[in-house]
């Protein structure tokens, strides 16, 4: 029998033939992906879709610190960060990182995903528990799922559902969450969730993706501000890939925390460094901060000032806690012929629908930037009231 044949039939099918009907579904459902290649001067376009939420991305001591990095040590890293793919310039933005956030030490990553899952499934080892947060990002999910632990999802920012989890738990545990949720940018209960996890004896990983340099005194984040940092229970992921314009993750904790990841976690091991123009434009952003903390206040400003003039226009926008705005959609297909309108106008928002979003609510997804001017926030409110669903 051919090896493509059914095994009953024995009719001869190719092997990927069920993907024709997955594509059908999602045509019908309204969810097809498509990618949509970007110009390099952004076709004037005023963006509200990105994650460069300190406008740093394109910044001439940002792009000066990535192409002198790679005029220096060159265009990729060479190899794992075990072999070959760790320069004086990754310790230096570990070091840096690290003081920056307060904590004891940090581990720079190819991304944030691989630090999302090189925390979980390292920190997470056979016998032990995870309570997972259900508005975690995917990386934290797919982490939670690799990880040789038993997983428990509990309910959204609900602090004594990991109280009652961790109860009827005995053993090592751990709890995962973000510290600011992408979809909706609301920001989860770091302080009552960190007492939970000490009553207990369990650890705090947070994700601190869409807090950095936005949240806490001078841009240092969420765990920061909630006085965490720097806590011998707390462990922070991060990306460099929002607030500092770059590409590439990291993870910060004690020191202990740090040297088990780089012995046991697949993702820091088994990967690529980061290349070094992506470790050098951060490293530049990070200092820019340092110098100039308002643009974090102000990235905070301009998302207020965005949902205050959207919801004066009658729409259903949630109340930003960092830097996301979220804008509710009737439907995913009104939802994507809305930010189509936008984009027609002038306007990139973000379009976030299932089965992305683990609500099955359509949205709008605007990010606020720290170097948007008042005139465009009034201009962002005036297209997207104007092509809104009726």
Same mark, same amino acid.
């Given at each position: ?63 000066? #610190? ?144 869409? #807090? ?80 100039? *903390? ?37 439907? *995913? ?24 979003? *683990? ?29 809104? *669903?009726?």
């Amino acid at each position: 029998m051919s090896t493509n044949s059914h095994p009953v039939t024995g009719a001869t099918r190719a092997p990927f033939d069920w993907l024709d009907e997955q594509a059908g579904l999602r045509a019908d459902a309204g969810l097809v992906r498509t990618l949509r290649p970007r110009a390099a001067d952004a076709g004037g376009l005023l963006d509200l879709a990105s994650n460069d939420y300190l406008g740093l991305t394109r910044h001439p001591e940002v792009t000066e #610190g990535a192409a002198a990095a790679a005029r220096r040590w060159g265009g990729g890293a060479t190899g794992s960060r075990l072999v070959t793919g760790s320069t004086e310039l990754h310790a230096e933005l570990e070091r840096e990182l690290a003081d920056f956030c307060g904590f004891e030490a940090a581990l720079v990553f190819s991304s944030g995903y691989a630090a999302n899952l090189a925390a979980v499934t390292a920190l997470a080892p056979h016998g032990s528990l995870i309570v997972s947060d259900a508005g975690n990002h995917a990386s934290l999910i797919d982490g939670c799922r690799l990880a040789r632990a038993a997983t428990q999802v509990v309910p959204h920012s609900d602090p004594e559902a990991v109280r009652k989890t961790l109860d009827a738990h005995d053993g090592p545990a751990v709890m995962v969450s973000d510290s600011v949720f992408s979809v909706d940018g609301d920001a989860a209960p770091l302080v009552e969730l960190a007492d939970v996890c000490r009553e207990f004896g369990a650890g705090l990983i947070v994700d601190d993706a869409h #807090g950095l340099g936005v949240l806490g005194d001078g841009g240092r984040g969420a765990p920061h501000a909630a006085g965490l940092a720097g806590a011998a229970d707390t462990v922070v992921t991060l990306t460099l890939s929002k607030s500092f314009g770059s590409q590439g993750g990291a993870v910060l904790g004690p020191a202990k925390v740090i040297d088990h990841l780089v012995n046991a976690a697949r993702t820091f091991i088994f990967d690529t460094g980061l290349a070094p123009a992506a470790a050098g434009a951060a490293l530049a952003a990070l200092r820019l901060l340092r110098r100039e *903390p308002e643009r974090a206040a102000r990235a905070r400003q301009v998302a207020a000032e965005l949902h205050r003039r959207l919801t004066a226009e009658g729409l259903s926008a949630v109340r930003p806690d960092a830097a996301v705005v979220s804008v509710r959609a009737p439907a *995913p297909e009104s939802a994507v012929r809305w930010a189509a309108e936008c984009r027609a106008a002038g306007l990139a928002v973000g379009c976030f629908r299932p089965p992305s979003v *683990p609500d099955g609510i359509s949205r709008l997804r605007l990010t606020a930037r720290a170097d948007l001017t008042d005139e465009q926030i009034a201009d962002a409110v005036r297209v997207i009231s104007r092509t809104a *669903p009726r």
